[in-house]
C-alpha cells in the first residue's frame, strides 16, 4: 500500500434511543428534533417547541413504542446496523476500516472519526444509511461530519456518499426481500416512505420546480435530482420492474407525519382509505427507506396501521422486512463503498 494507509468507512444509521424509558427517549427527541436541518423554524421557536411540547409529551407515548419494539439484544436499528457493520468489515479487510456511528445518540459521529484517525486512515468515506437525500437526514450527517473535521489541523481525503436510491443492488436486496412473500396473494402493494415537510422539498428546489405542476416528481432529472419525493418515486419505479407489477397493482406513499403543516402526499393512511375503498384486502407494504428494521416499520406499519386497516374491515397489511443484515444488501453495501457510490 505503500505510504497511503487504510481507507475508512463510517456507515452512520439515525439514532436510537439507548433504552425504551421515557427518560431515554426524551434524551433522543430533543438531541435529534433541536437539529435545525430536521424541525427548520427559526431557533428561538425551535427550543420552545422542542423542549415545551415535543419532548416532554411524545417521549411517554414513544417509550410505549420503544418497549414494544425493543429486543433481548436491544434496539433493532442498532442492532441490526452492527451486525452489517461486522458483515460488511469481514468482506472488507483488509484494505479498509469500517466503523459504526449514529447521527443522534450513541456510538457518536465524533467519536467514530476519532476511531478512524487513530487508526491512521488516510481517507475516510461517508456512508449515511439513507437511500433517499434529504437535508433532514443524508444533510445532517454530512454536516456533523463536516463540523468534526473542521477543528482538526489534518483533514484526510474525504467521500461523502449522497445516495443509492436506484443503486441496482439496493434494488436487488428488497427486491429478494420481496420475493419472500407471495406477491400474488396480495390485492395491492404499497411502496410507503418517510414523510417530509412539503417546505422542506421547496427549500431544496433550486429551480423552481417543486410542487408547479400535478405529478412533478414522477420522473427524475438533473432539474430534480436531489428532490426526495422524485428519488422516492424512483425507487418505487425500478422495485415495480424487478418485481414485474403492473399499472394499479401498485401505489406510492409517504408516512411518520408530525404536526399539522403539509407534508408530501399521498399520505400513508389516506391511501389505505383509498386502497380499501377500491375492493382490496390484503395490502403487501415495502418502506424502502429504511434498510433497516424500526420504530416506523415495525410498529408504524406492522401495528398501528395494520390495525387501521382492519378497523376498516381490511384482512391484513403485510409489512416486508427490510433489508437489515441481508447478505444481497451486505454486498451491495460492499459494492457502493468500493464505487464511492
Not at 472519526?113 to 456512508?127: D, G, N, P, T
Not at 395491492?188 to 431544496?204: D, E, I, N, T
Request: aromatic residues 10%; contains cysteine.
Amino acid at each position: 500500500m505503500g505510504l497511503s494507509g487504510k481507507k475508512g468507512v463510517l456507515l452512520v444509521n439515525l439514532g436510537t434511543p439507548d433504552s425504551p424509558t421515557r427518560g431515554a427517549v426524551y434524551r433522543y427527541l430533543k438531541e435529534f428534533l433541536l437539529d435545525w436541518r430536521v424541525i427548520d423554524i427559526n431557533p428561538v421557536s425551535r427550543n420552545l417547541l422542542v423542549r415545551g411540547i415535543i419532548a416532554p409529551f411524545r417521549s411517554g407515548s414513544s417509550a410505549k413504542g420503544y418497549k414494544e419494539l425493543w429486543t433481548p439484544e436491544g434496539s433493532p436499528l442498532k442492532v441490526n446496523a452492527v451486525r452489517l457493520t461486522e458483515l460488511v468489515r469481514e468482506k472488507l479487510e483488509p484494505e479498509y476500516e469500517v466503523v459504526l456511528a449514529m447521527r443522534y445518540q450513541s456510538p457518536s459521529i465524533e467519536a467514530a472519526i476519532k476511531e478512524l484517525m487513530a487508526k491512521k486512515v488516510s481517507e475516510i468515506i461517508v456512508f449515511p444509511l439513507f437511500p433517499h437525500y434529504a437535508s433532514a437526514s443524508t444533510g445532517s450527517v454530512h454536516e456533523e461530519v463536516m463540523r468534526i473535521l473542521a477543528k482538526q489541523q489534518v483533514i484526510p481525503n474525504l467521500k461523502l456518499i449522497n445516495s443509492f436510491y436506484d443503486h441496482p443492488m439496493f434494488i436487488e436486496a428488497f427486491t429478494q426481500r420481496g420475493l419472500e412473500h407471495n406477491i400474488e396473494e396480495y390485492d395491492h402493494v404499497l411502496f410507503s416512505y418517510h414523510g417530509l415537510p412539503q417546505r422542506q422539498m421547496m427549500k431544496a428546489d433550486s429551480g423552481d420546480h417543486c410542487i408547479k405542476t400535478e405529478n412533478c416528481c414522477a420522473t427524475i432529472g438533473i432539474h430534480n435530482q436531489y428532490c426526495y419525493s422524485a428519488q422516492c418515486y424512483a425507487t418505487t419505479a425500478a422495485l415495480v420492474k424487478k418485481l414485474d407489477l403492473k399499472e394499479g397493482q401498485y401505489s406510492t406513499s409517504f408516512q411518520s407525519r408530525l404536526g399539522k403543516t403539509p407534508w408530501i402526499q399521498p399520505y400513508t393512511t389516506d391511501m389505505l382509505k383509498t386502497r380499501y375503498d377500491a375492493g382490496d384486502r390484503r395490502i403487501l407494504v415495502f418502506c424502502p427507506a429504511f434498510v433497516s428494521d424500526c420504530l416506523e416499520t415495525t410498529i408504524e406499519i406492522s401495528s398501528e396501521y395494520d390495525e387501521d386497516f382492519k378497523a376498516m374491515g381490511g384482512d391484513h397489511l403485510q409489512l416486508v422486512e427490510s433489508l437489515n443484515d441481508h447478505p444481497v444488501w451486505v454486498d451491495a453495501v460492499c459494492t457502493m463503498i468500493k464505487e464511492g457510490a
